[in-house]
């Protein structure tokens, strides 16, 4: 069945707005995306139906919540292939997983962290962290000048010092998609625990974490079309159950005395406090979404606009594209004596929102020597005309800005 972006557009309540006098051309989705109607019923009918505390709870609405709760992490953990639903934890998102991850692993001087220059902050900071906190050291793998990471430089810093390797699926700055099964078996077979930031990754590519051999894998449900404030660390149950708790309070303990605290089993370990409910309810709606259109069918309509976004504006003089030429998700670039922050406020006026800076990645940037970029990038329900739209704004900003 060829895929249908208007029937998409039509589950997307907000994509039908204008912007200044314009229609709204949103290619802004690797910050966040819209959300269909079944997410925003889903989270609408939890509030008006069920909205209860979980867990602990003997009346009909407690356990109508908790059910729905469960049944969600159930949908998330089909959704990743996960081999226990235990091991899906709900966090706020991804930047909330990696914390997590970076938090609970006690590091000696001597270790090694290795990250990427790809990385987002929150795949770089949390990590600096932790080695600011144990004496460990971060390594960093270098990328090449097309914006895919340099393999032989990776696998040269893979050591017996390495402990955690941490890199992202799909970068949210250039649209690299790295190879992260052989990413993860050079670093799973040099001994490292490995964390995948899989944020840009989960809208766009099927995650199977059993195939992945990973041993953390985080998302955030807003990049894929669910609410912001819920996302997951999936964990592998022998690493996590090995591991220490994060946060202390209601949920995560078995037995509490004053005088000693024993805590809870999988998932709820991770889980202090009351969780973002709705949040996981509304995610599974998402993920239902997703898979009722079909992640393949998406992903590869996504990848003609990429192309044609691509060749479009290449075609414009004093353009620059980051990124390789099978990106995925995101196509950032650059133009000749025009800055990035006045292209983006100029073609919003033209009712295009992409996004301009250092997209959270400033040392991926410094790499570039840049401060910044344009990026367009790309959802289920954005079209072949939108990318035309964006083509003629981009040239209609660039003649007046020059
Ligand atoms: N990693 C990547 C690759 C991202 O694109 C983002 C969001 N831009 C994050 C991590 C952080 O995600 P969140 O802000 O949802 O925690």
């Known amino acids: 069945m060829a895929f249908d972006s208007v029937t998409i557009r039509a589950e997307f309540p907000i994509l039908a707005q204008e912007v200044n006098g314009r229609p709204l051309v949103y290619l802004d989705n690797a910050a966040t995306t819209q959300k269909p109607l079944a997410v925003l019923d889903a989270s609408r009918r939890y509030y008006e139906e069920i909205n209860a505390n979980i867990h602990r709870g003997t009346h009909h609405l407690a356990r109508a919540a908790t059910a729905a709760h469960e049944a969600a992490r159930e949908t998330v953990a089909r959704h990743l292939n996960a081999a226990d639903p235990a091991e899906v934890i709900f966090t706020a998102g991804t930047t909330d997983s990696i914390n997590l991850v970076a ?17 987002h902050h929150s795949n770089i900071v ?34 017996e010092r390495t402990k955690v390797t941490a890199f992202n699926w799909i970068s949210n700055a250039f649209g690299t998609v790295n190879p992260v099964h052989e990413m993860t078996a050079a670093a799973k077979a040099a001994g490292s625990l490995v964390v995948i930031d899989a944020a840009q990754a989960a809208p766009h590519l099927a995650i199977n974490v059993q195939a992945l051999g990973a041993d953390f894998v985080a998302l955030s449900g807003h990049k894929v079309y669910a609410p912001t404030g819920i996302g997951v660390l999936w964990g592998k149950r022998a690493v996590l159950d090995a591991l220490p708790p994060w946060r202390g309070g209601g949920e995560m303990i078995k037995e509490v005395t004053f005088a000693k605290t024993t805590y809870n089993d999988l998932p709820f370990k991770y889980e202090a406090g009351t969780p973002n ?22 992903s590869e309509h996504e990848k003609k606009l990429i192309k044609a976004a691509a060749d479009g504006l290449s075609s414009l003089p004093g353009v620059k594209l980051y990124g390789p030429d099978d990106r995925a998700g995101a196509l950032s670039f650059a133009i000749e004596g025009v800055h990035h922050y006045d292209l983006g406020t100029l073609i919003d006026q033209m009712g295009v929102a992409v996004r301009t800076g250092h997209h959270c990645c400033q040392p991926l940037m410094a ?33 007046m800005l020059r």
């Open 103 to 119: 938090a609970i692993l006690a590091l000696s001087p001597g270790d090694e962290v290795l990250i990427s220059t790809l990385e």
């Open 126 to 159: 949390p990590w600096q962290m932790l080695c600011e906190r144990s004496g460990a050291t971060l390594q960093v793998i270098p990328c090449h000048d097309d914006g895919t990471l340099d393999q032989d430089a990776f696998r040269g810093l893979l050591s």
């Open 277 to 298: 409910i709705e949040g996981a309810i509304a995610f599974a709606a998402a993920l239902d979404f997703v898979h009722g259109v079909g992640i393949e069918a998406i």
């Open 367 to 399: 790499r570039f020597g840049i401060t910044g970029t344009t990026r367009a990038s790309f959802a289920a329900y954005n079209t072949a005309e939108e990318v035309e739209k964006l083509v003629e704004a981009v040239d209609k900003a660039t003649s």
